[in-house]
């Protein structure tokens, strides 16, 4: 069964960091490339970024670039977001995904909260 | 950045009725369009891939359809579950764009 765990969330204060993993199980994780999406509060989604599956390749949405670094660890099948210089504007649950390209967004981890207050 | 226009924003409908949603985007993305669901507290759920592209598991009465710049999302009768926030998305370019929902709710 495939498996995406998102952890790391939590309370954090304005211009603080906070790194986000997902553990992934019940697939061949280093095939595909991964993607982090949020949702703010009663709001829409939001793509973040993106790593394909060696982790050679990244982008970023321009709200976060510069701010959020992806990376992931093919032996551990864990993908990562480090967030920095953070603001009220992150709050949201971030969720995790994987893409395979022929069939993008498959599946979706149960999604983390961030909340950003002091 | 491509920008998406998803109409309506919400829809109130019946229980066997036929529904249609459209997503619009900024520039032609040829079949690189997918379609979610989201019900409250839950992750999306990939309904549609490659613009009509059904994914396995998912009842035969969600369809979708378009290329290029138009899309529509279609139920063919209503189901109870099938009252949730549904999302278009773009897979062509960087940043994966996606619609601002259109929120189904029961008449």
């Known amino acids: 069964e495939v498996q995406l765990v998102e952890s790391g969330g939590g309370l954090v204060q304005p211009g603080g960091s906070l790194r986000l993993s997902c553990a992934a199980s019940g697939f061949s994780f280093s095939s595909y490339w991964m993607h982090w999406v949020r949702q703010a509060p009663g709001k829409g989604l939001m793509w973040v970024s993106h790593i394909n599956s060696d982790g050679s390749n990244t982008n970023y949405a321009g709200a976060v670039k510069g701010r959020f670094t992806i990376s992931r660890d093919n032996v551990k099948n864990t993908l990562y977001l480090q967030m920095s210089s953070l603001g009220a504007d992150d709050t949201a649950v971030y969720y995790c995904s994987r893409d395979l390209g022929a069939i993008p967004f498959d599946n979706w981890g149960q999604g983390t909260l961030v909340t950003v207050s002091s | 950045d491509i920008q998406m226009t998803q109409s309506p924003s919400s829809l109130s409908a019946s229980v066997g009725d036929r529904v249609t949603i459209t997503c619009r985007t900024s520039q032609s993305i040829s079949l690189y369009l997918n379609w979610f669901q989201q019900k409250p507290g839950k992750a999306p759920k990939l309904l549609i891939y490659?613009?009509?592209a059904l994914r396995s598991g998912v009842p035969s009465r969600f369809s979708g359809s378009g290329s290029g710049t138009d899309f529509t999302l279609t139920i063919s009768s209503l189901q109870p579950e099938d009252f949730a926030t549904y999302y278009c998305q773009q897979s062509y370019g960087v940043p994966r764009t996606f619609g601002q929902g259109t929120k189904l709710d029961i008449k």
């Open positions: 490659a613009a009509s």
